[in-house]
């Protein structure tokens, strides 16, 4: 048939109707399913070609000190936030602000890194951005697709350095910190790349509490990826701030030590409140500025941080761990007047001439012309070695070390801080076996070296601190706080003594800074002060100096105990005794209403180079007193733990 045959042609006609028909009827289908049911997925889509999700950052809680004064806060600040895309894109975005930024390498590889981990969330290229580069930024800002100004919470720490090992940092999490469970499995999901957590000290120790949780807003791009403006059109979510805490810290106390604290010399300060061990000051020279860390810290800044030989930061008062020399003779006494071996007013057989023989060895007193025969009053004023020799081998070797390990002095105090180092002290007889430095069968010889305070003994700070605590309450001594809570912390211990051993005790500390004993100038106008001073060996480095000290109103209960180590300071009663003395005076004087000089009035004296009004009472015993500088009972010298000096705290 041909084809040009009208039934050829009508054939041809209705095949292509056919086709036509079923093309249509496919397009049909395809608009439909399209357009209908799949309307909601194309909807999403074009949305989120047009709209991107950015995070509301939430304000830290802010920090408060016992009297309710701000210790941290917040103010505004700026971050610099690129929107997700592909990753040349975000390197090349990089390198173009650069220059604006001063980004280093290794900080455009580390957000590279972030961008391919996370390839979904917003980039956060500088958290502290200064208003200069902000300002320039926001100008140019149509030369940056995808560039996000924001404005963000920024840390402020109002004390400055004073407070630094007490409040922490902050820092930007880590990928380390991510995969931990303490972040990883956070119920509230506030932790992801570039979130801003505590470091160290109160920052790290409450972080759950003073992190907020995140809130999120969309804004509408263009083609380019360059924000057009905020899309009010799907709903967002409001951040919720931090929770607020409040500390037992005195901050007006803190800044108090800070200025007086000789800026040229290391060691730490404690303060503990009587009535419920509070932790009034914690301070540790030399120390740093956490604000340089707010938005990170500059690289140069840190490297100085880590390189500084004095180790700036690192916190003495309950990191650093010290031979505590005499001030560690009351935990002697304590622990003699527990076991009944002695009685307040007994003298010692063998008097003091400055030494004493026992066996093949002659063990000296700091003092050589010698103390003769005293009582335990006696002994503690003057910080007679001859005595507490022969008081501990009363106690003997296994006693000493069971009580001693009941008070806990190889164990933490338990202080709320993300670290603590552990107090040294044997927990039985067989430690000098065991340990590589000794390396023998311990005698009972060994009882003479630890009641003075040396040979395997080392403490920090606070546990001083919490020690002499209990002698200045009823003997208990609850964990020290830094927290301000309504209900007493758990745990602590107590010394088994009765009301009339402990106030014996006291009266022996007020011998020490009366006339006669080794840090009499020491003493306070409107105060009750007692004390023990120790100056503790440290070849071939000049001596340690302590002080630990408790103080109160005349005729009534102690209110403070402060505890001062100097390192390299050569005299407990030269450098340690009258910080110990100006810190408690300051507090009292504030608590109880009685003018003293503010703190703005010290710096003033400290730049004129006039004395301040009590600057007579910071002077020493004649001629810098040797006071109660310890010889050892080998006489060969022996200080600190082999491998100290210098790095006695690590």
């Known amino acids: 048939m041909r084809l040009d045959h009208p039934i050829s042609r009508r054939s041809r006609a209705q095949g292509g109707f056919l086709v036509v028909a079923v093309l249509m009827g496919l397009l049909g289908v395809a608009f439909f399913r399209a357009q209908v049911l799949r309307s909601t997925d194309w909807v999403l889509q074009a949305e989120s070609n047009r709209l991107r999700q950015l995070d509301v950052p939430a304000p830290r809680g802010t920090i408060f000190d016992r009297h309710d004064d701000v210790l941290a806060d917040n103010v505004p600040g700026y971050a610099v936030v690129l929107l997700p895309d592909h990753r040349d894109t975000i390197r090349l975005r990089l390198e173009r602000l650069r220059p604006h930024l001063g980004l280093t390498d290794a900080r455009v590889d580390r957000l590279m890194e972030q961008a391919r981990a996370y390839p979904r969330q917003p980039l956060t290229v500088k958290v502290n951005a200064p208003f200069v580069e902000v300002s320039v930024l926001e100008e140019r800002k149509s030369e940056f697709p995808g560039l996000y100004l924001e404005m963000r919470p920024r840390r402020r720490y109002l004390a400055g350095e004073a407070l630094a090992h007490v409040l922490g940092y902050l820092g930007e999490i880590t990928p380390t910190e991510l995969e931990e469970s303490l972040y990883a499995q956070d119920s509230l999901d506030r932790y992801e790349a570039g979130t801003i957590l505590g470091k160290d000290g109160m920052e790290r120790q409450y972080e759950k509490t003073l992190q907020g949780r995140r809130g999120s807003r969309f804004v509408e791009v263009d083609v380019l990826g360059r924000i057009v403006g905020s899309f009010q059109g799907s709903a967002g979510k409001e951040a919720v701030p931090g929770g607020d805490i409040h500390l037992n810290i005195d901050s007006e106390l803190q800044q108090w030590v800070h200025h007086i604290f000789p800026d040229s010399m290391r060691g730490a300060v404690v303060a503990l409140n009587v009535e419920d061990g509070g932790v009034l000051a914690l301070y540790s020279s030399p120390t740093f ?362």
């Open 289 to 650: 500025d956490p604000n340089d860390f707010v938005g990170g810290i500059a690289v140069g800044r840190w490297e100085t941080l880590l390189s500084d030989p004095a180790r700036p930061l690192f916190n003495r008062s309950v990191l650093g761990i010290y031979p505590p020399g005499s001030v560690w003779k009351l935990a002697t006494a304590a622990i003699a007047l527990d076991l009944g071996v002695i009685r307040p007013d007994e003298t010692m057989p063998i008097p003091c001439t400055g030494g004493m023989q026992y066996g093949n060895r002659f063990s000296r007193c700091w003092n050589a012309e010698g103390h003769g025969y005293l009582d335990l009053l006696g002994a503690i004023r003057h910080s007679c070695n001859v005595y507490f020799y022969q008081l501990g081998l009363r106690v003997g070797l296994q006693r000493l070390l069971e009580k001693g390990t009941e008070i806990g002095f190889n164990q933490r105090c338990g202080i709320d801080l993300p670290s603590e180092t552990q107090g040294l002290f044997p927990d039985d007889t067989t430690y000098w076996e065991r340990t590589p430095r000794f390396g023998y069968r311990a005698t009972e010889g060994e009882v003479m070296n630890l009641a003075i305070g040396q040979g395997p003994i080392s403490q920090t700070p606070l546990k001083v601190a919490q020690f002499y605590l209990a002698i200045a309450r009823d003997g208990s001594a609850p964990p020290p706080r830094l927290l301000k809570t309504e209900e007493p912390p758990e745990g602590g211990w107590s010394l088994d003594l009765s009301p009339e051993a402990l106030e014996i005790m006291r009266e022996g500390l007020r011998g020490v800074v009366r006339p006669g004993g080794t840090a009499y100038m020491a003493s306070l106008e409107h105060w009750d002060l007692m004390g023990k001073t120790g100056t503790v060996q440290n070849p071939p480095n000049p001596d340690h100096a302590w002080f630990a000290g408790i103080a109160g109103p005349r005729g009534g209960a102690p209110e403070i105990v402060v505890v001062v180590i100097v390192e390299f300071g050569v005299s407990g009663s030269g450098v340690a005794a009258p910080l110990m003395a100006k810190t408690a005076d300051f507090y009292l004087r504030r608590k109880h209403g009685i003018p003293v000089d503010s703190i703005q009035t010290l710096g003033e004296h400290y730049m004129t180079g006039t004395p301040a009004p009590w600057a007579a009472t910071l002077t020493a015993a004649e001629g810098d007193r040797e006071g109660d500088r310890e010889g050892d009972p080998e006489g060969e010298g022996e200080g600190l733990p082999e491998g100290a000096g210098q790095g006695a705290w690590e």
